[in-house]
T-cell receptor
Framework: NAGVTQTPKFQVLKTGQSMTLQCAQD?????MSWYRQDPGMGLRLIHY???????DQGEVPNGYNVSRSTTEDFPLRLLSAAPSQTSVYFC??????????????FGPGTRLTVT | ELKVEQNPLFLSMQEGKNYTIYCNYS?????LYWYRQDPGKSLESLFV?????AVKQEGRLMASLDTKARLSTLHITAAVHDLSATYFC??????????FGTGTRLQVFP
């Protein structure tokens, strides 16, 4: 198993550009989520999904869109990039819901810089 | 709104010493997670604590959970350099949202 994969590893955008961060998992996990990590602020949940066709907002959803058309993929779209979105983005996946106590696996991260 | 606080934010320890990292959270939860992150790397799961009084140990790390006090501790015994990393706690509040603390950056020196 490749686990959780993310592409690209690094990206530089100009203000106003749009892009999609890709996340895929091959473990047949129902739950997937996106976090951003900023210095001194830990990880903050952007969006999450409990299964194909189901998504919900996390702590900091503004400026980001997600969709979940398959179990394997959970892309994160930046609609109009802003310098405040400069961050490291992590995708994670887990089998089952929060009640089932499974371990959550994180991808390697995407480092995004918006100029 | 669920808030998760860790302290200290930064910890510099001498090898061989013991210390404790604290994780407080603001609303009831009976699930708490500890993660480790090395610089420039992703997060690695350390412990999942599922009930009041839960204690788990792995090597020099021991985690415990007191749901009544809304407190978890990560105790480091006889620290070694390899434990240098940032440690995060994270909490569910009866939903699929996992809220992270700000992290504790641990540096172990000879």
């Amino acid at each position: 198993n490749a686990g959780v994969t993310q592409t690209p590893k690094f990206q530089v955008l100009k203000t106003g550009q749009s892009m999609t961060l890709q996340c895929a998992q091959d473990m047949n996990h129902e739950y997937m989520s996106w976090y951003r990590q900023d210095p001194g602020m830990g990880l903050r949940l952007i969006h999450y999904s409990v299964g194909a066709g189901i998504t919900d907002q996390g702590e900091v959803p503004n400026g980001y869109n997600v969709s979940r058309s398959t179990t394997e993929d959970f892309p994160l779209r930046l609609l109009s990039a802003a310098p405040s979105q400069t961050s490291v983005y992590f995708c994670a996946s887990r089998k089952g819901t929060w009640t089932e106590n499974y371990e959550q696996y994180f991808g390697p991260g995407t480092r995004l810089t918006v100029t | 709104e669920l808030k998760v606080e860790q302290n200290p934010l930064f910890l510099s320890m001498q090898e061989g010493k013991n210390y404790t990292i604290y994780c407080n959270y603001s609303t009831t939860s009976d699930r708490l997670y500890w993660y480790r992150q090395d610089p420039g790397k992703s997060l690695e799961s350390l412990f999942v604590l599922l009930s009041n009084g839960a204690v788990k140990q792995e090597g020099r790390l021991m985690a415990s959970l007191d749901t009544k006090a809304r407190l978890s501790t990560l105790h480091i015994t006889a620290a070694v350099h390899d434990l240098s990393a940032t440690y995060f706690c994270a909490v569910n509040h009866n939903t699929d949202k996992l809220i992270f603390g700000t992290g504790t950056r641990l540096q172990v020196f000879p």
